[in-house]
């Protein structure tokens, strides 16, 4: 089946040791989105992806970096995690066009000691 | 003013019953429409997706869009406790690559 796969599912890291998300698809589609999401919110969009062009969210931290070194793989970097990136980190994909559904991924729950 | 507005809720409801969750918006450009279900430490879900104004049926479950009042529902008809999980809202504009999510809702369907 077609899917969006994250590895980890549950990440602990300490306090400002670097962290890498990863995420693949075999939808085999253009864009791909990385999501912050903390307990009973909406996922905030961090970074997302049209094919190569990297777009930034204005208030992501720089803390946070992402890679796409091809169309199936998407990676997200937290440089100096905080006790305050605790999280649900969710990928998402999704197919540029006139209408567009939006996939996510298990997510990769990140605690931070 | 957020751009999708959701109530957090909780809702409970017995099994059986009929349920309505509903988001509002303000961007009149917004003409896809999406509910997600997300259960308790899981990615989100795509349970229905709409195109601008009417309904759409999949089951027991209905989504209905109004675009005149900038207002979307999704129903869900004999609730099971399987149901129970938060429910996300998420709309975009026409070629967007931008989803704008509700904050969802709480169901819990009590047996």
């Known amino acids: 089946d077609a899917m969006v796969i994250q590895n980890p599912r549950y990440q602990v890291t300490q306090f400002g040791k670097p962290v890498t998300l990863s995420c693949s698809q075999t939808?085999?589609?253009?864009?791909m989105y990385w999501y912050q999401q903390k307990s009973s919110q909406a996922p905030k969009l961090l970074f997302h992806y049209y094919d190569k062009d990297f777009n930034n969210e204005a208030d992501t931290p720089d803390n946070f970096q992402s890679r796409r070194p091809n169309t199936s793989f998407c990676f997200l970097d937290i440089r100096s995690p905080g006790l305050g990136d605790a999280a649900m980190y969710l990928c998402?994909?999704?197919?540029?066009?006139?209408?567009?559904?939006?996939?996510f991924g298990p997510g990769t729950r990140l605690t931070v000691l | 003013q957020k751009e999708v507005e959701q109530d957090p809720g909780p809702l409970s409801v017995p099994e059986g019953a009929i349920v309505s969750l509903n988001c509002t918006y303000s961007?009149?450009?917004?003409?896809?429409f999406m509910w997600y279900r997300q259960y308790s430490r899981k990615g989100p879900e795509l349970l229905m997706y709409t195109y601008s104004s009417g309904n759409k049926e999949d089951g027991r479950f209905t989504a209905q869009v109004d675009k005149s009042s900038k207002y979307i529902s999704l129903f869900i008809r004999d609730s099971q406790p399987s149901d129970s999980a938060t429910y996300l809202c998420a709309m975009s504009e026409p070629h967007g690559n931008q989803f704008y999510f509700g904050t969802g809702t709480s169901l819990t369907v009590i047996p």
């Open positions: 939808l085999n589609h253009n864009v």
């Open positions: 961007n009149s450009a917004f003409q896809y």
């Open positions: 998402a994909t999704s197919r540029a066009g006139l209408y567009n559904e939006q996939f």
